[in-house]
């Protein structure tokens, strides 16, 4: 059986997370499968320390994906390489995200009538703070002015992410802006768009902008100064946290 696309979920340490998203998931895939094909659900297990491979082959992952080296560039391009060769496009979904039938359909509708990808305005689980919700309002401004796809949803063609060659593994953080960028410039050359569109939304987690709310000034240095991306000292702060800094240290490039 052939399949139109495939979802990339990387994952370290979501044995809690993945049931529901997975659920939502599977239900969104159903809605849009009479128009859109059959597509795959590919779990990239990132070097998890908790359950996270059995309950994704439990809740409904077409394949899990082992990923020994703890960095999120890594995870989405091991899933991509292990996606069904006969899928045309790929999505990128994090762990902790809801993409409802409308957004999927958006997304493929997008991509079947010729668009190299693009992402979506994101929006919140719960309720947030005033300075995570001004992050939120600055990023999706960024996002949309710029076309810079979150990395929490992010969809392109196969041919096109293969083509430009897929995240830049030099970056710790950020690797979603650097792929959008490249995108972005690979779909120029062919007249093909890649946008991100403001509705429907993607939702996820405040977790995110809880983590990012306490370390503002390190989040701005981030965006200003391009090494910092790929310093393994400055991005201590969201490796450590997920327990990935001791070994994307040993083994990332």
């Not at 091991?78 to 994090?94: C, K």
Request: some cysteine; glycine content about 8%.
């Amino acid at each position: 059986m052939a399949i139109s696309y495939s979802i990339v979920i990387p994952a370290f340490n979501e044995a809690q997370t993945l049931p529901d998203t997975l659920a939502n998931l599977r239900a969104a895939m159903s809605a849009v499968e009479p128009e859109h094909g059959v597509g795959e659900i590919v779990v990239v297990d990132n070097n998890s320390s908790d359950d996270t491979a059995e309950f994704a082959t439990q809740h409904g992952a077409d394949r899990v994906v082992f990923e020994p080296v703890n960095q999120i560039g890594r995870a989405r391009n091991a899933g991509a390489a292990q996606a069904d060769p006969s899928s045309s496009y790929l999505l990128f979904v994090d762990a902790d995200t809801r993409v409802s039938a409308e957004l999927l359909v958006e997304a493929l509708r997008r991509l079947e009538q010729g668009d190299a990808g693009g992402g979506a305005r994101v929006t919140f689980d719960e309720a947030v703070g005033w300075l995570p919700g001004l992050f939120c309002f600055v990023w999706n401004w960024v996002s949309r002015s710029r076309n810079l796809a979150a990395g929490c949803f992010l969809f392109c063609r196969r041919d096109a992410f293969e083509a430009v060659g897929g995240f830049d593994l030099r970056y710790l953080i950020k690797e979603e802006l650097y792929l959008s960028s490249a995108l972005k410039k690979w779909g120029v050359e062919r007249d093909q768009r890649f946008e991100v569109f403001q509705d429907p939304p993607v939702v996820t987690s405040n977790r995110k902008l809880d983590r990012f709310a306490r370390e503002v000034p390190r989040v701005l240095m981030a965006g200003f100064l391009p090494w910092a991306s790929r310093s393994r000292w400055f991005c201590r702060y969201w490796y450590g946290l997920r327990g990935e800094a001791k070994s994307a240290s040993a083994q990332a490039p």
